[in-house]
């Protein structure tokens, strides 16, 4: 696939896209949009951070989803004692023709999907080993840095019910989250089908959407595909007000000037600290995701409004109020698209 | 890639015609509002002219002015504010034809050249979506809906056309004048002639008589002032002057046609005169009956007309009917009261016509005393030496008794001079000596007996020389040679 058949890589991307869907979907009961957020953060090239309870399907999707894309998989279980080495590989020394020296093993962290699986139960130390290969896709060890292969693409899950012994994510390591994806109780339905489904002689499988030798550089082209999509100025401006819009306005933080729309209370009032301008990056890039799955190369409003919540909720930083009030940022991020509709010309 | 290139031209050309209908649109739009404005205002001032007081009108003018003006810079700046440039317009194709901003992308594209891969696709989905964003869909109206207030707003003004002026308001009693040596009240007594002459309108009818000037041109400067004050106000000196230039220009017209705006100037003209003599108001009344009856007046022969005329309306049809002889004794008796009646009006009247003409110019204003300073109404004075009106009048002359054929000459003298022959042969006839009356010069609308022939009158005309003297109001001198007309006619 090549940009330059533009019609081609677009029709490309769509039936790429269902093909994955319908794969997941064999194996996942329910939960088609949050399937849909985390196809569209993998093609935007971010990372996804999975929050639910147990049992509802974080891990399996993960899985489910490497085992379709047909990329190389690692999954790390996140525990207190999890040490950084144990995540980015290690200098080890090794033998080799009669000489001993050491030598780089490469961790977890060397594939192209990774599952960090209840990623709040490790040391901040520990989660910290990942900010590097999230942002830079790089890792440094011992003053060596090695590249990690594209596509690189971190699903984290936290759990959270079960607060004794985590650690609070650090702000820095949620920012680098592209999207945050709630995974709530199935309904009556899905719990019937997932009960039928899972408990019979013989367990769905994923097929794999790409072959293994060229599924790499296949995402990468429709990850280049997506950056290539159109967005007009009055849409920048647009999703640039939606982040400003999340600032509280007394924060030391907040940028001069005045914001394009008015400051809501309940921002005010609740948010200790708003989006970062990554926020509106993936704004923008999960837009255009959005924009190529409904057959455009254009971003419009809708794209954005689509993908506003899982970029923006887990990056409002909530105060002591909102929680003893018991506000979720979702409505923050609600109340705030509503406002915004009068910026739409 | 020519294809595309070819593409994104087709893709401008329909943008520009897009564009071109929708600032269109919005200019027309413009106007339309800025020209109701207008054409609503001049229709409230039509209704307020017609059917408002002078204050209204004078208020709903500078309104009326202000929207204008409002209308029009609010029309300017609308039209600046909606007209669209290439983005604009596309950002309201892509609203109007649901192309969810493929349209400004393209022409961001376009206006921000980058690399862009995609930018084929954009325009052969704009191509391929052509049947949504035709010019006719985006902007389906060539004309806005604001030319339906501008027709509503010309039929309103059309329907002005149709609206009746509002008849004067009766004038309030004491808005009379009071005082005036020779005033006249016609309060009341105004027929439909006299207000449509109040209107401007020609004076079709009404009191004019063959030979008459338009009653139109009497209006000449009347303003609404006149207006305000047409019906009651008394008619002063100012009245005098100009009822003289009408007599002067216009022989045989009667003095009701000068009942015009002059009355209110005249009246605003009387104001702050103190007129000794304020008894002497019925004096024209007197006057006008004694003049009759002393030189054995016919009735006239046009009784509508005197019907129309408030002082002439009281005489009595029956009156040829009677005994010629006591016809002429009661008359006799009639107009020997009368003379001592205008002998006892005059005394106060000498003093008081000269000085009510100071008064009066000095207290007019511009208008007015711009009209006093008109030559055909300048202080006249009648000697009484030049051949009289009678039978002595010239077929087309300034007296012809018929008033028909009258010529009237712009450059003939301001001034006419009446002559009662009769007095001269009768005086010739006893031989007595002509009295010297006094000179009177400079005094309007007074009737000197002689200012440069001395003429010897015998008694009975000397009991007539006070009537003689007596400071006549232009509108008698009229009704004097209409009747001397129609006796010389006989």
Not at chain 1, 37 to 43: H, T
Not at chain 2, 359 to 385: I, L, M, V, W
Request: proline share 7%.
């Amino acid at each position: 696939m090549s940009v330059d058949n533009p019609q081609q890589a677009l029709r490309e991307f769509q039936g790429v896209f269902e093909r994955l869907r319908r794969q997941l979907q064999r194996v996942i009961v329910g939960h088609r949009d949050m399937l849909d957020q985390i196809l569209v953060a993998f093609f935007a090239g971010g990372h996804v951070l999975i929050e639910g309870v147990p049992g509802t399907g974080k891990t399996l999707m993960v899985r489910s989803l490497g085992e379709a894309l047909n990329l190389s998989f690692n999954r790390v279980q996140f525990t207190v004692d999890l040490m950084p080495a144990d995540i980015t590989g290690t200098r080890m020394v090794a033998d080799s023709n009669g000489r001993r020296e050491f030598t780089f093993v490469p961790g977890p962290l060397f594939s192209h999907v990774l599952l960090a699986d209840e990623i709040n139960r490790a040391t901040p130390k520990t989660q910290s080993a990942l900010l590097e290969a999230m942002a830079e896709l790089q890792v440094t060890v011992a003053g060596t840095t090695y590249k990690l292969a594209p596509p690189f693409f971190v699903l984290a899950t936290l759990n959270p019910i079960e607060m004794e012994g985590t650690y609070p994510l650090p702000e820095a390591q949620i920012d680098r989250f592209f999207f945050k994806v709630v995974l709530p109780y199935p309904d009556h339905s899905e719990m019937q089908s997932i009960i039928g489904g899972t408990t019979g002689a013989t367990l769905p499988t994923v097929e794999p959407v790409f072959a293994r030798d060229e599924a790499a550089a296949h995402v990468e082209a429709l990850r280049a595909l997506v950056r290539e999509v159109l967005v007009a100025p009055h849409l920048e401006e647009y999703a640039a007000a939606i982040v400003r819009a999340t600032l509280p306005a007394g924060s030391k933080f907040a940028p001069p000037g005045p914001a394009p729309l008015p400051l809501d209370e309940h921002i005010a009032r609740y948010v200790s600290f708003g989006s970062s301008p990554r926020g509106g990056q993936a704004l923008l890039l999960g837009a255009k995701v959005q924009a190529l799955l409904d057959g455009r190369v254009n971003v419009t409003y809708d794209d954005i409004d689509r993908v506003a919540i899982p970029a923006l909720n887990h990056r409002l930083v909530l105060n002591f109020a909102a929680v003893a009030d018991g506000i979720d940022p979702r409505t923050l991020v609600e109340r705030i698209l509503h406002a915004a509709r009068k910026l739409r010309h | 890639m020519p294809a595309i290139t070819l593409g994104l031209a087709e893709v401008e050309d329909r943008l520009r015609v897009v564009r071109r209908r929708l600032n269109t649109v919005t200019v027309q739009h413009s106007v339309y509002v800025g020209l109701t404005a207008v054409i609503g205002v001049v229709t409230v001032l039509m209704v307020l002219g017609l059917q408002g007081s002078a204050s209204a009108f004078r208020a709903a003018a500078w309104c009326g002015a202000a929207v204008c003006v409002a209308a029009v810079v609010w029309g300017a700046l609308v039209a600046r504010q909606r007209w669209l440039d290439v983005a604009a317009t596309a950002q309201l194709a892509d609203r109007r034809a649901a192309l969810t901003d493929r349209l400004v992308t393209l022409i961001d594209l376009r206006t921000r050249p980058r690399p862009a891969p995609l930018a084929p696709v954009l325009v052969a989905q704009l191509l391929a979506l052509s049947g949504q964003w035709q010019p006719q869909r985006i902007v389906p109206r060539r004309v806005p809906r604001s030319v339906f207030a501008l027709v509503a707003a010309l039929l309103a003004l059309a329907s002005t056309t149709f609206m009746e002026r509002r008849p004067p308001e009766p004038a309030a009693p004491g808005q009379t004048g009071t005082g005036t040596t020779g005033a006249m009240h016609a309060a009341g007594t105004l027929t439909a002639p006299f207000r449509t002459a109040d209107v401007g309108g020609p004076a079709a009818g009404g009191l004019s008589v063959p030979g008459g000037l338009p009653a139109g041109t009497l209006s000449e400067g009347q303003t609404a002032d006149g207006r305000e004050a047409s019906g009651s106000a008394p008619r002063g000196d100012s009245q005098l002057g100009g009822s003289s230039r009408e007599a002067q220009g216009a022989p045989g017209q009667l003095p009701g046609d000068a009942t015009d705006g002059s009355q209110g100037k005249g009246a605003q003209g009387n104001q702050g005169q103190k007129q000794p003599g304020g008894s002497l108001t019925a004096l024209p009344d007197r006057l006008q009956e004694a003049i009759r009856r002393a030189f054995h007046a016919e009735p006239l022969d046009k009784p509508q007309q005197l019907a129309a005329h408030p002082d002439l309306g009281t005489r009595d049809p029956s009156a040829p009917g009677e005994d010629q002889q006591a016809k002429v004794d009661r008359q006799h008796r009639d107009a020997t009261e009368a003379r001592k009646n205008a002998a006892e009006a005059r005394a106060p009247e000498k003093g008081t016509g000269q000085g009510a003409q100071k008064g009066q110019g000095k207290t007019k204003s511009g208008e007015q005393a711009t009209q006093r300073q008109d030559p055909r109404s300048p202080n006249q004075t009648f000697d009484g030496n030049s051949p009289a009106a009678g039978d002595g009048s010239s077929p087309g002359g300034l007296m012809d008794a018929k008033g028909e054929n009258v010529v009237i000459d712009p450059n003939a003298p301001k001034t006419f001079k009446l002559t009662i022959t009769s007095f001269l042969h009768a005086m010739e006839q006893k031989g007595d000596q002509p009295r010297q009356p006094s000179k009177k010069t400079g005094m309007t609308g007074s009737v000197s007996g002689a200012s440069t022939t001395q003429v010897a009158v015998n008694e009975r005309q000397l009991n007539d020389d006070s009537l003689r003297k007596a400071e006549i109001p232009p509108e008698y001198e009229d009704i004097v040679r209409r009747v001397y007309s129609l006796r010389g006619d006989q």
